[in-house]
């Protein structure tokens, strides 16, 4: 014979239990991924906290060097730079007219200028390009001093474009003012 199975249950009955078994095992796994969000973000705070701090100094040093970028250019934008460059071609000039040697220009002239011509005075005046300028007065007891002294200058490397400017006669002496272009072995530029 067949068993009787009696089922005295209003409803059919049903196993949850494998599904309570997988909703614990999502909410724990849920829990440690949680947990282990937290504890990646806490150690992350802690170990960049240096780094931040860091950076902090570094922005505010930017910011200081920003700050003093501006006032330094205010102060530059204030400057008077036709000024300061009128200043500085008088003090190249000063150092080009301490640097010229008297010494050199004193012993080519000896060499150059003839034994009857005596030279009484030179002013040098000093070209930007290096070149110099001399007025001189020489005086001389012959009337040909004049031309020997052109020639000599004209025929010298170091010297040239002589021209007279005045020529007088007194007492028997020829006083000559004559320019002449010299070309010092160092030629200091003046900018």
């Known amino acids: 014979m067949k068993p009787i199975h009696l089922n005295l249950a209003s409803r059919p009955f049903r196993d949850y239990r494998p599904v309570y078994a997988i909703v ?3 909410a724990l796994l849920t829990a440690f991924l ?3 969000n937290v504890d990646t973000f806490l150690r992350y705070r802690t170990e960049t906290k240096t780094t931040r701090a860091d950076i902090d100094k570094l922005e505010q040093q930017i910011a200081d ?8 250019s205010q102060r530059l934008k204030g400057v008077d730079l036709k000024l300061l460059a009128s200043q500085t071609e008088f003090a190249n000039a000063q150092l080009a007219e301490r640097a010229f ?4 220009l004193l012993d080519r002239l000896e060499r150059v200028l003839p034994a009857d011509v005596r030279l009484q005075s030179v002013t040098p005046s000093f070209a930007k390009d290096g070149l110099v300028h001399l007025s001189m007065t020489c005086v001389t007891k012959t009337g040909d001093g004049l031309t020997a002294t052109i020639n000599r200058f004209n025929g010298d490397p170091r010297f040239a474009n002589a021209f007279p400017t005045v020529q007088t006669i007194n007492g028997g002496e020829y006083h000559i003012a004559l320019g002449v272009d010299y070309r010092p072995s160092i030629a200091r530029r003046v900018e």
């Open 65 to 72: 060097e920003q700050h003093k970028s501006d006032t330094l």
């Open 34 to 36: 949680a947990l282990n």
């Open 24 to 26: 614990v095992v999502m």
């Open 101 to 104: 040697s008297w010494s050199e």
